[in-house]
């Protein structure tokens, strides 16, 4: 086949993988892509990223220990996951100064996999491949703590957090039932046991 080339396009080949040769090699990834395996509620985590334990703008909480910040393990996702988050906390912060920290729960195991009650509090059944991120409704009284009670929540700055995820085009976003926050019906569902945070599950 490649015989039957004019002689022009052979030298320009020729040429072509001359160069190549000479290119040197590409440089190395910084490190390793994230890749969310399987399904979250049955999936692993390769090459995730652990969130950061505190920022300006949030600070992360253990539900098990009931303290910030949050442990490190309890923390890794995609970086995707965490650049996207990291994104929305700083915007959302630039709109509102006068806000608590937002708080960040909750993310996947350092390789994901199973997350339940064996690791602390009421466990998850999801979390598991690195998309899924818990956020604690910012309070009233703005203490950096999840709220006990619907009535500690600041509905206006949880929705706009709820809207910016929205935005972000999460795939799905729980909110309580008793917290009066809405959204698009296929992304945002009203689910129990989210009264006092919302859980939002990004794309990979
Ligand atoms: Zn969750």
Redesign the pocket.
């Known amino acids: 086949m490649l015989a039957a080339l004019p002689c022009r396009v052979m030298q320009a080949l020729a040429a072509a993988t001359l160069a190549l040769a000479l290119l040197p090699p590409a440089p190395a990834l910084p490190e390793q892509p994230s890749r969310a395996i399987g399904k979250p509620y049955d999936g692993r985590l390769v090459g995730g990223v652990p969130f950061p334990g505190e920022g300006e703008a949030f600070f992360t909480w253990d539900w098990a220990l009931k303290t910030s910040p949050n442990r490190e393990w309890r923390r890794y996702a995609t970086s995707k996951t965490v650049a996207t988050t990291l994104t929305i906390i700083a915007e959302y912060r630039a709109a509102h100064p006068e806000a608590p920290r937002v708080g960040v729960a909750?993310l996947s195991r350092p390789q994901g996999g199973d997350f339940g009650r064996r690791y602390g509090g009421d466990g998850?059944a999801?979390?598991q491949n690195g998309l899924?991120?818990?956020i604690t409704y910012p309070r009233t009284d703005k203490a950096e703590r999840p709220p006990i009670r619907p009535t500690q929540v600041d509905r206006r700055l949880a929705q706009d957090l709820v809207d910016r995820f929205v935005r972000a085009g999460a795939q799905y976003v729980?909110v309580g039932t008793r917290v009066r926050l809405g959204g698009p019906r296929r992304v945002v569902s009203a689910i129990g046991n989210h009264n006092d945070?919302l859980?939002v599950r990004l794309r990979p």
């Open positions: 909750d998850h999801s979390h899924d991120v818990d729980f945070h859980h």
